[in-house]
Each structure stands twice: as C-alpha cells, then as structure tokens.
C-alpha cells in the first residue's frame, strides 16, 4: 500500500531509482536499493519492483550476482530529467545515499586479501590508497586462514588508524632509535 509521498507514478519511480543509483560509486545490493529508493514514501513494493526489472530490460541499470550499477545510458538519461522529480525528493535521496556511497569510495581504497601458502600459512596482503595512489601497502604472514582473516577483518575497519600508527612508529624510530654505529661505540 501506497503512503503519503511525492511519488506515485512509474516514470518517476523510474527516475528515481536511476537518481540514487547515479550517485553510488559502485554496484549495490538489491536490499540497499530498495531502502534508499523508499525514502518517499508514495512508493508501493510491487511497482518498484516492476520499474527495477523495466530498467534492467531497458539496458538503463545492469543486474549482475544480486547488484544493480547504473549504466552509461541510464546516468545520460537521468542527467537530463532529474530536475522533474521534486527537489524535496531529490534532497532527502542525497540524503539517505551519501552514507552508503562513502562506505564504498573507502572500501573501495582498502584493499585486505590472503592466500594460503603451501607450508599452511597464509600470505595477507593489506593496502591503502587515497584516491590517488596507493600510500601504504603490507604483506604479513599470518600463522592460519582464522588469523588471516581476523587480520583483514581489523584493518577494514581501521586502515587508517593502522596507516597513522605506521608513520607514527617508524618516524619515532628515525628520530629515538641511537644508529648502529653509536651501539659499537658504547661497548
């Protein structure tokens, strides 16, 4: 059942959808499309679920393993008719959608991965770039998968913290740590 909101009809259903979908970085599941595209509330399940599969039809969005990217044709033709939804539509979208895609412009700068080794350890290797370059990149060895993966699963959620401790620790050393050469003298 429909509630009160801007949006009733499919077209702007349509162009809905392909708003939101326009300013994520990065393919998105079908359950966070959903939630986002019902921040009006004027939208019924059953015709959101029709204006979706008219988009992937269409060639406007691409469906692939359960998550929709808007395509080049999809982000031209919205780009030309998003100003006929209503502003106060447009603002809450931008609202509800900035979060999610700066969680995918920073999971897509981190990078935590790992292979076994033949020995029966595991390779990790954790990265983590700016947007521009990559400014640190590791590889440790972790003693099994369980230790591999609670590596990845830490700097996921803390690369940066990770990336500053680095720094920290390493121009700490440079400027504490007596050279190998004072050591010799000493003795």
């Known amino acids: 059942m429909e509630g009160l909101g801007f949006i009733h009809e499919k077209l702007d259903i349509k162009i809905l959808i392909l708003y939101i979908l326009n300013h994520l970085p990065a393919a998105v599941d079908g359950q966070t499309l959903s939630d986002l595209v019902f921040c009006d509330n ?3 399940y059953f015709d959101y679920s029709d204006c979706l599969a008219e988009l992937v039809d269409t060639a406007h969005i691409t469906e692939e393993g359960g998550k929709y990217r808007i395509t080049e044709k999809g982000s031209r033709n919205v780009n030309e008719v998003a100003s006929s939804l209503p502003y106060s539509v ?3 979208a931008d609202r ?3 979060p999610i895609a700066e969680q995918m412009r920073r999971a897509a ?3 935590a991965q790992h292979t076994n080794t033949p020995e029966g350890g ?3 290797h954790l990265a983590l770039s700016d947007g521009i370059g ?3 990149s590791m590889q440790l060895l972790a003693a099994d998968e369980a230790q591999a993966r609670t590596m990845e699963h830490y700097f996921k959620a803390h690369a940066e913290d990770v990336y500053q401790a680095l720094v920290r620790l390493l121009t700490c050393l440079l400027y504490t740590s007596p050279s190998p050469r004072d050591g010799l003298l000493s003795r």
Do not use: A, F, P
């Open 109 to 111: 700068m981190i990078v």
């Open 96 to 98: 509800v959608t900035e």
């Open 122 to 124: 595991c390779n990790v």
């Open 90 to 92: 447009r603002m809450k």
């Open 42 to 44: 004027g939208i019924g």
């Open 134 to 136: 990559q400014i640190v």
